[in-house]
């Protein structure tokens, strides 16, 4: 066991003893990575270059009269290329992946999302590139399997368990501890093992650090209150982190499913249902049962879906910094629904638990006030599970007589 990276219990790095090296490689990489100036400027350098950052605040005027209370601010994540806050933090890690002299890079997917930003990073920094996948999900994401495929990626289903994203952990492990030389784990949110959840929220830092300069450029003071969707964590991480030292609440949002006393949710930090344990190698709050066993879980989104959650969060509820809530698949529909036809803007469903709950509170708060949620992705290249999520008959018609096209 590597004896850091704790966050008071939270945390660590629970390896087979196979992977204890390559970590220890990892963390001093990491370590004299952060040290170097040089590396800082390359990284924004990409990120400036290839996916659009600094991403603007955009003010929602018309969010902002239709509640009439705090003034809404979004930070638009959702303008990266491949659509989310993902790419900030697979381009770093892939600049990582050349200081080690690596040449292949291999990643866990569920819902597809990190699966395609990590594609498109090894096809841009020219690395080989395996996704692996549970077969479950292969069949749900067809769309994001046809363009990890495209990017050069090849594609693993993964048969094992239950055939998802938790199998998909296991099977990317047991291909790093057979390829540690050549190969690094792109891991996808601030979960997992140390260094993991400090490196992915160190990538992910460039949210915050944005959000917090242009804020106070445009009004002068900093938000009352930061909204964040929260599956792994890292794009929660991401804003937080700039207004961690300020007076400003921070607000994470979990995934209430069907509602957190139906047991179909995946709350881990806003519910009474997660208990502390150890697995896939870090301890954290899990939804699991008395004998450490997974819970299923549910969200319309599925990249909320997730039985753990970051420990640098877990941490963060302890001590009382960031408070934790709960959106439920209706509410987001409902708030998806009136951004769009407010602002024109499209967030991903897992966005929108972030919405919901600035919405909810927005106007309690006085006019001066200032809110900011973080818009972590777009939602209409999804329009598969988007069109599912609004239950569209049109739609429904539409994919009905291509499928008999096909059959024809
Ligand atoms: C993957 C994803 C998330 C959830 O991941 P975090 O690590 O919790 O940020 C949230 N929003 C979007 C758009 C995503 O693609």
């Not at 629970?14 to 390559?22: G, R």
């Not at 990284?43 to 969010?63: G, K, Q, V």
């Not at 296991?170 to 093992?193: K, S």
């Not at 697995?279 to 709050?285: F, M, R, S, V």
Request: glycine share 10%.
């Amino acid at each position: 066991m590597i004896d850091r990276g704790y966050y008071e219990e939270f945390g660590g790095a629970y390896l087979p003893e196979i992977l204890i090296s390559t970590f220890e490689e990892l963390i001093e990489k990491f370590q004299e990575a952060k040290k170097d100036p040089g590396f800082w400027g390359a990284y924004l350098d990409i990120m400036s270059t290839y996916s659009c950052r600094p991403t603007p605040i955009t003010f929602a005027e018309n969010l902002t009269s239709h509640f009439g209370g705090a003034r809404i601010y979004i930070k638009r994540e959702d303008l990266n290329h491949t659509g989310a806050h993902k790419a900030n933090n697979v381009m770093g890690q892939g600049l990582l992946v050349k200081r080690m002299g690596k040449t292949r890079v291999i990643a866990e997917t569920g819902a597809g999302q990190h699966g395609m930003a990590t594609a498109t990073m090894a096809a841009r920094m020219g690395f080989k590139c395996t996704i692996y996948m549970g077969e479950v999900d292969v069949q749900r994401q067809r769309p994001n399997v046809f363009w990890m495929e495209r990017l050069g990626a090849e594609v693993v289903p993964v048969t094992d368990g239950t055939r998802i994203l938790k199998d998909a952990i296991n099977e990317a492990f047991r291909d790093w501890v057979t390829n540690m030389d050549t190969t690094h784990y792109v891991l996808g949110t601030a979960c997992g093992p140390h260094p993991f959840p400090e490196m992915v929220s160190y990538f992910q830092s460039i949210i915050g650090k944005e959000a917090r300069e242009q804020i106070l450029a445009t009004e002068g003071k900093l938000p009352d209150r930061v909204y964040a969707c929260v599956g792994g964590g890292s794009n929660a991480m991401g804003i937080f982190q700039g207004f961690m030292d300020d007076k400003t609440e921070l607000v994470g949002v979990e995934a209430g499913g069907r509602g957190l006393d139906t047991g179909q949710h995946a709350s881990r930090l806003s519910s009474e249902d997660a208990s502390v344990g150890v697995a896939q190698g870090y301890k954290t709050y899990f939804l699991q049962d008395s004998d450490g066993q997974m819970n299923e879980t549910h969200s319309v989104a599925a990249g909320l879906d997730y039985v753990g959650v970051s420990p640098i969060l877990a941490h963060l509820k302890e001590t009382g910094r960031v408070r934790f809530e709960a959106a439920t698949d209706t509410e987001v529909v409902d708030a998806l629904s009136l951004t769009i036809k407010k602002e024109g803007l499209i967030p991903a469903l897992e966005s929108a638990h972030a919405f919901v709950q600035a919405f909810k509170e927005a106007p309690a708060m006085a006019k001066e006030d200032i809110v900011l949620i973080n818009q972590s992705g777009r939602g209409d290249k999804d329009i598969f599970t988007v069109a599912d999520a609004f239950d569209d008959p049109t739609w429904q018609a539409f994919i009905r007589e291509k499928a008999e096209e096909y059959n024809a």
